[in-house]
Structure formats: structure tokens, C-alpha cells
């Protein structure tokens, strides 16, 4: 297990012994499973978690050390004795980061409605990140025509389509994120009305104070520690602060304290955390929405692509130093 900050030699690449005749083939008697053929992985900040041992366990498995770590992915199925699945449907949810990957009982396996959408979507966009910037922001954070919307790691993943839905809405958004390269991003490709790097701000209360001289209605929240604080600062009365994570924290041994949580109280702010499997039995609305908005040039989508499996954990480590610019996918296979 590890403590403090993860590092790429905390994982291990492996070549297997085992044929791939045997690997591409469900197991003779084993009914309900699928092999899948791995073709996109999907680096998430949330696997940091589960590289730490849980006691008690946390909503999501730790990894087991030495076996195959798993993730979201998009995969195509070779075999099936799953009622649901059959060889050749294209599918995104939870796989191995290995090249193919038998699954007994898949519990988190949509199949994918539009293959005519870059298939690396179904780890971004169009799958679990784009479904958590979505619900994150319309669901938990009840927003409004015109109100002011901040968001951190507004580069990333989900904090780039959480801007572009603020935006079809008509807020106001700013979003933050660690190199000018990304704010420019932010500022030209993903319509934000405005952006900051936040590692050049010697006071990020003063930064949020200048970008939003009124306040805040409605942050996102992807960092946590000294960006929330900042945050908590500059919000108005009867906010809300939807709590999707908080990055600075996942390779901290104790999370920091908040010193200004005291300000929810007066300013009625509402802070609500979620987590998006909760919601997944609403993922189908969503695909169509997200597709129509592609489809009309509503959204756009940067992705960062790291080539091969071997790149997966630097890929993975990268996330925590800010290294993608967009979101971080790692392919196994074109097809
Ligand atoms: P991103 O694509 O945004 O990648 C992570 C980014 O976080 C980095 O690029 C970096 O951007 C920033 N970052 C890393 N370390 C720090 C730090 N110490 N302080 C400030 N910023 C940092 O990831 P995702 O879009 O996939 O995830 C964004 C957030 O959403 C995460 O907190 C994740 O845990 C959460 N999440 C929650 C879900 C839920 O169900 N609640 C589901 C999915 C994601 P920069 O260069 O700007 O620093």
C-alpha cells in the first residue's frame, strides 16, 4: 500500500505467461462474464485513494498490491456468456489496465450507443468524468441564469465541461488551473469570461476577489485545502459549493484543516459532496445530451493521449503534478 505521495514505481509493468488464446476466452463454466479487449484507459485522481489500505473500507476497493490495478475504460468484447453482451459490442466502465480482461458479473459496463463518437470519449466526456461535471454542476449545485460560477482544475477533466455547462446555461464562470498554457485554453477554446494560474497568485483571495468583485454563487470544487479557503472567503450569501474533490489532499497523510469553515454558517452556504455511481442509473439522459451538444458544436473536448500501457503509470502520476492538459487517457489498442 502506499503512504504520502504516490510514485510511478509504486506500480509494476508485467508481461504475462499466460497465451492469449487462453486470455481472449471466458473460462470454460463460467457464466455471466465477458472478456474485454482493452482499448482506452482512463487515469483518475480517485485511484490514488485506492492505493491506501482503508480501515474502515472505503466506497470504493482498495487495490489488492500485485494484482491487476482496475479502472474505467473502453473496451471491446471478445468473448461473452453474459445475456446482456455479446462478442463484438463496444462497452465503457470498469476493466483491468492489462491488455484483456475477464470480468465475471460486471456490475459497471454500459455499452456504447454512439460509435461514431471517438471512442476515447467513453472515458471523458461521454462517460464518467463528463456524467460527474454534469451532475456535479445541475444536480448538486442547483444553478442559475446569470449567477457566478468558480471552478478549480478547470482544465482538467471534468472542470472543463463543468465550465462549458455553465456557460450553455448563462453564468458567469472563471475557472483556475497551474499553467498559462491551460488558462489560455480555458479562455480561448472553452469559453471561460475569465481564468487565472494559480501558482503565480501570491494571494489566491485576492485573485478570486478581482475576478468576482461581487462573489461567488456556485464553486465547483476539485481542490480542496488553500483554494477552498480562498473560496470560502469570497462566497455569497446562500451558496453552494458542490464538492466533486479535492486533489491537494489525495497524497497528504493527514488532510489539512479549513481555518475559515466558520463562514458557511452566516453566508448560508450549502456544501453538498456526491459521488457519481450513485447517479449512474440517470447515465443514458446524459449520453444523448452530451452527444446532441458535440454534435451541434455546443462543447468542446481536449484529451491528453499517452500511447501505450507501459505509459500508465506515468500517466496516472501525472495527474497530481498538474502534467495533463485535458483529460489523461492511456491507449492500450486502437481497435
Ligand atoms: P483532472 O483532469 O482535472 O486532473 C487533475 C488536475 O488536478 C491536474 O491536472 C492539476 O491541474 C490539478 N491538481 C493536481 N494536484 C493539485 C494540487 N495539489 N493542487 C491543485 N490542483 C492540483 O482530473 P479529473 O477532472 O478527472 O478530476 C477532477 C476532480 O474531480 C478530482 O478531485 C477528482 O477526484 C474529482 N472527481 C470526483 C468524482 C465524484 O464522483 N465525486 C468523479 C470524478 C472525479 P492544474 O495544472 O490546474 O494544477
Redesign the pocket.
Known amino acids: 500500500y502506499v503512504t504520502g505521495k504516490a510514485e510511478e514505481s509504486d506500480m509494476e509493468v508485467v508481461a504475462t505467461e499466460e497465451e492469449a488464446a487462453v486470455l481472449k476466452k471466458v473460462p470454460e463454466g463460467s457464466k455471466d462474464a465477458v472478456v474485454l479487449k482493452n482499448l482506452y484507459l482512463s487515469c483518475?485522481?480517485?485511484m490514488r485513494s485506492r492505493m491506501t489500505k482503508h480501515d474502515p473500507p472505503s466506497y470504493n476497493p482498495d487495490f489488492v498490491p500485485g494484482e491487476v490495478i482496475t479502472g474505467f475504460g473502453v473496451s471491446k468484447v471478445v468473448d461473452s456468456t453474459h445475456p446482456n453482451f455479446k462478442v463484438g459490442d463496444l462497452v465503457w466502465g470498469t476493466t483491468g489496465w492489462e491488455e484483456y480482461t475477464l470480468i465475471t458479473n460486471p456490475l459497471i459496463l454500459f455499452k456504447i450507443n454512439h460509435p461514431d463518437m471517438p471512442l476515447s470519449y467513453y472515458t471523458g466526456i461521454l462517460g464518467?468524468?463528463g456524467f460527474?461535471a454534469y451532475v456535479?454542476f445541475h444536480e448538486i449545485a442547483s444553478p442559475k441564469k446569470g449567477e457566478y460560477v468558480f471552478i478549480?482544475?478547470?482544465?482538467?477533466?471534468?472542470?472543463q465541461l463543468v465550465g462549458q455547462f455553465a456557460k450553455i446555461l448563462g453564468c458567469y464562470v472563471v475557472g483556475?488551473?497551474?499553467?498559462d498554457e491551460?488558462v489560455g485554453l480555458l479562455k480561448s477554446k472553452f469559453g471561460f469570461d475569465d481564468a487565472f494560474n494559480?501558482?503565480k497568485e501570491p494571494d489566491l483571495s485576492l485573485a478570486l476577489k478581482r475576478c468576482f468583485p461581487e462573489g461567488i454563487d456556485i464553486y465547483f470544487e476539485?481542490?480542496g485545502?488553500a483554494?477552498l479557503e480562498a473560496v470560502l472567503d469570497n462566497m455569497r450569501l446562500h451558496g453552494r459549493i458542490s464538492a466533486?474533490?479535492?486533489?491537494?489532499q489525495?497524497n497528504l497523510l493527514e488532510p489539512e484543516g479549513i481555518r475559515n469553515i466558520v463562514q458557511i454558517i452566516p453566508k448560508r452556504i450549502r456544501m453538498e459532496?456526491?459521488?457519481?455511481?450513485d447517479h449512474f442509473a440517470n447515465y443514458r439522459k446524459f449520453e444523448e445530451t452530451a452527444v446532441q451538444y458535440i454534435k451541434e458544436g455546443k462543447i468542446t473536448y481536449v484529451e491528453d493521449i499517452a500511447e501505450g500501457l507501459e505509459k500508465a503509470p506515468s500517466a496516472l502520476i501525472g495527474?497530481?503534478?498538474?502534467?495533463?492538459v485535458?483529460?489523461?487517457v492511456v491507449v492500450v489498442s486502437h481497435g
Open positions: 483518475d485522481p480517485y464518467m468524468p460527474t456535479g478549480s482544475a478547470a482544465a482538467g477533466a471534468v472542470g483556475a488551473a497551474g499553467s491551460k494559480y501558482k476539485n481542490v485545502g483554494m466533486c474533490g479535492m486533489i491537494s489525495y459532496g456526491f459521488i457519481v455511481s495527474l497530481f503534478e498538474g502534467k495533463n485535458g483529460k489523461q
